[in-house]
């Protein structure tokens, strides 16, 4: 299983950015989904989890601004950002658990810079 992550860039304050993680094979279709984000000298933080049963949980920051969802289609983990901030400048990285391994698998992370 591979994750590419793509989307991250500058944006300015209050606006919104689309991160984008293409799960390959598309056979594999994930059960557990979420995405992380990392600053210099701190441990990766839950951003948001998207289970397929429909639970979605989002962490305490970007509580009511960013939006996690899958495209079966497209074989994607999206992350919609809304109202960016400085603080959610950071590395952010999609994640999959294959429930039938338990192995977890990371994409290569793409960097978000919020300016003020």
């Known amino acids: 299983v591979q994750l590419q992550a793509s989307g991250g860039g500058l944006v300015q304050a209050g606006g919104s950015l689309r991160l984008s993680c293409a799960v390959s094979?598309?056979?594999?279709?994930?059960?557990?989904m979420a995405w992380y984000r990392q600053t210099p000298g701190n441990e990766r933080e839950l951003v948001a989890r998207y289970l397929t049963t429909g639970s979605k949980s989002v962490g305490d920051s970007p509580q009511g601004r960013f939006v996690i969802s899958f495209d079966n289609a497209k074989n994607t983990i999206d992350l919609q950002m809304y109202s960016l901030k400085p603080e959610d400048t950071a590395v952010y990285y999609c994640?999959?658990?294959?429930?039938?391994?338990?192995?977890?698998?990371w994409g290569q992370g793409t960097l978000v810079t919020v300016s003020s």
């Open positions: 994640t999959v658990q294959d429930l039938k391994t338990l192995n977890q698998y």
């Open positions: 094979p598309t056979i594999f279709k994930p059960k557990i």
